[in-house]
């Protein structure tokens, strides 16, 4: 059974079911959101800061110049989400989805909670065109509802896993999404039961296209779910909350 707030993020992004896997992630999102995928040669904060220029973005990402696996700028609704051409193309297909996460996890949500909570008086302030009320700045600190422009930086850390308590909890989310778009657990399972145990994440690393650490993660994850019914998704993957 899915977690609650898995089941809302993929209610909110509303991607068309997958018609066949790998799937082709980049494709499907633009079919239903404002997003534009953005392939560059390298992902740094100077390139992303150089693209947006061009664009006349005036707002723009901050921090240390390090090499990233992708990074997301999300504004309005919309959002410029990159990757790295360089990475194989099983690690640019799973950067796309995290990074297409973050964009419904930590934008889109919580502006919908935004635009329920106060209505459609929010969207000058969300969108920038008018300063928040005092009660409203309390709201975005409390309910974490996004009142600037969102930047979020992947970095190439490829040591993080998504099943120790090393990923911070955004990040295990975001995972978590970025598998339930490219391999629906509900199949992943059905293809981990197709041939002997020691070849699951390879099997899941063929059907899905899913980069082989990112593969042997998702088995293990999927496998002590299989193996202990007691335990939600959530818990494996180290989280204390996971309404």
């Known amino acids: 059974m ?17 018609g066949t896997f790998p799937r082709p992630i980049v494709a499907d999102a633009q079919k239903v959101l404002q997003v534009s995928f953005v392939a560059l040669d390298e992902v740094t904060v100077h390139t992303v800061r150089a693209y947006l220029s061009r664009r006349g973005w005036k707002s723009m990402p901050e921090g240390d110049d390090r090499d990233m696996h992708g990074c997301i700028v999300a504004l309005r609704g919309t959002a410029f989400l990159f990757y790295s051409r360089k990475d194989p193309l099983e690690e640019q297909r799973f950067t796309a989805a995290h990074e297409l996460a973050h964009f419904v996890l930590d934008h889109l949500v919580p502006r919908q909670k935004a635009l329920r909570f106060f209505g459609d008086s929010i969207l000058p302030v969300l969108d920038l065109q008018q300063k928040p009320t005092p009660e409203q700045l309390l709201t975005s600190a409390l309910d974490g509802v996004p009142m600037k422009p969102q930047v979020h930086l992947m970095e190439r850390d490829d040591l993080g896993d998504i099943g120790t308590g090393d990923v911070l909890r955004v990040e295990q989310r975001a995972d978590r999404l970025a598998f339930e778009w490219l391999a629906p657990e509900a199949v992943a399972t059905q293809v981990m039961k197709q041939g002997p145990r020691e070849e699951r994440a390879a099997r899941l690393q063929r059907a899905f296209g899913l980069p082989s650490r990112k593969a042997e993660t998702y088995a293990r994850v999927l496998a002590q779910r299989e193996g202990a019914p007691r335990f939600v998704l959530s818990s494996v993957l180290g989280e204390r909350n996971p309404g």
């Open 2 to 18: 899915r977690e609650r707030w898995l089941r809302d993020a993929l209610q909110v992004a509303s991607l068309p079911e997958p």
